[in-house]
């Protein structure tokens, strides 16, 4: 009954931005990392950048210095600022978080249905 609602994808020129917003939603205990994941055609899904309940981040090398993940812990929300988009960038980008129900004491693992970023002129 956990629900990641993702939003903010879209279309986007060579050189522009997009903020992607991630919600958790339900029986939730408590978050400990989320991240952002891509899948472009033909391709398998990476690791985008993650952040920790505590803040500490890491991000895949193509999109450093270019990219910036956040979180809100009091709404359950991870955000992904992309700024200085690449035709590369294109790809469905997915929302994941580790989180502990109100019932269990195990991390386990949630996917959101995925958002598509094409950059493109």
């Known amino acids: 009954q956990v629900q990641l609602v993702e939003s903010g994808g879209g279309l986007v020129q060579p050189g522009g931005s997009l903020r992607l917003s991630c919600a958790a939603s339900?029986?939730?205990?408590?978050?400990?990392?989320m991240g952002w994941y891509r899948q472009a055609p033909g391709k398998e899904r990476d690791l985008v950048a993650s952040?920790?309940?505590?803040?500490?981040?890491n991000y895949a090398d193509s999109v450093k210095g270019r990219f910036t993940i956040s979180r809100d812990n009091a709404k359950n929300t991870v955000y992904l600022q992309m700024n200085s988009l690449k035709p590369e960038d294109t790809a469905v980008y997915y929302c994941?978080?580790?989180?502990?129900?109100?019932?269990?004491?195990?991390?386990?693992?949630?996917w959101g249905q995925g958002t598509q970023v094409t950059v493109s002129s």
């Open positions: 994941n978080a580790k989180l502990a129900g109100l019932y269990t004491s195990a991390y386990v693992g949630y």
């Open positions: 339900g029986s939730i205990f408590s978050i400990n990392i």
């Open positions: 952040i920790t309940s505590g803040g500490n981040t």
